[in-house]
C-alpha cells in the first residue's frame, strides 16, 4: 500500500517509540519523511532506517515548545521537499505525581510539550498548507488520558484533555481550506515512558485486569492508526478522537 506516494510527512517525536514507528510506517507508504526530534541521533537513525528501505526521508532538530525552532524546521522541509501534506505531532512528555506534590515545573514543562507544542507546530505548518492551498491532514496525539482522568497524573491529564478540545477546535477551523484534524488517544503502548509499568510483572499483571484484549498496545498499532487519519482513507472524517486501547474504556 503506498497510499502517500509524492506527499511529505513531519512527524514530531520522531526519534522513538510512536513517533519512530510513525515516522518509518508513513515512510514504508511512499511519503518523504521530516523526521523531527529534539535529540538529533535517534532521529537520524529512524531517517536512515527509511532511507535503507528505499524510502526518503530528513532529520531535523526540533524543540516543540519552540516557534523559532518549528519554523526552522518547516524552512529545511520546504527548502527540501518543496511542500507539507501531513504533519503527525507526537512530541509528548509524562510522568506520576500526586496532585499536592506537582510542582510549578512540572506542571508548566508537561503542558508546554503536550498541548502548547502541539499548537505552535499546527499552526505554523497549518499557514503553509492554507497559503499553499494543500489538502493537509493534520493528527494529534492525544490520550485515553484526554478522555478519561486518572489518579497521579494531573498534568498529563490537563494536556491531553487539552489536546482533545484542540482538535475539535482546529477541525472547525481549518475545515475551510479543506485540512483535516484528528486525533489518537493510546491506552498503555509500550513505549520507554510506559516501560516501568509493563516491564513489571506484578504491576502488568495487575494493570491488564482492565484490559480486555489482555495486553498492552505496540507503537505499531498507534502508527497505523496514525496512518490510517492522515491518508484519504478518512476523507470524510475530522475532529474525531480515535481511541487504541484494547477496550480498556469500554469498562
Known sequence: MRRFENQVAIVTGGG?????????????????????????EPAEEVSASIRAEKGEALAVP???????????????????????????????????AHFLRLT???????????????????????????????????????????????GDYAAYNASKFGVVGLTMTMAIDLAPYNIRVNSVCPGLIKTRLSQPLWADPAASSEYLKKIPLNRFGEPEEVAATVAYLASTDSGFITGHQLVIDGGQLTF
Open 16 to 40: 522513538r517509540g510512536i513517533g519512530a514507528a510513525t515516522a518509518r510506517r508513513l515512510g514504508s507508504e511512499g511519503a518523504a519523511v521530516v523526521v523531527a526530534d529534539i535529540d538529533l
Open 62 to 96: 526540533l524543540n516543540v515548545t519552540s516557534r523559532a525552532d518549528i519554523e526552522k524546521m518547516l524552512a529545511a522541509a520546504l527548502e527540501r521537499y518543496d511542500h507539507v501534506d501531513v504533519l503527525a505531532n507526537i512530541a509528548g512528555t509524562g510522568f506520576a
Open 104 to 150: 510549578d515545573e512540572q506542571w508548566q514543562r508537561t503542558l508546554n510539550i503536550n498541548l502548547t507544542g502541539v499548537f505552535l507546530c499546527s499552526q505554523v505548518v497549518a499557514r503553509h498548507m492554507v497559503e499553499r492551498g494543500i489538502a493537509g491532514r493534520i493528527v494529534n496525539m492525544a490520550s485515553t488520558n484526554g478522555l478519561v482522568g486518572e
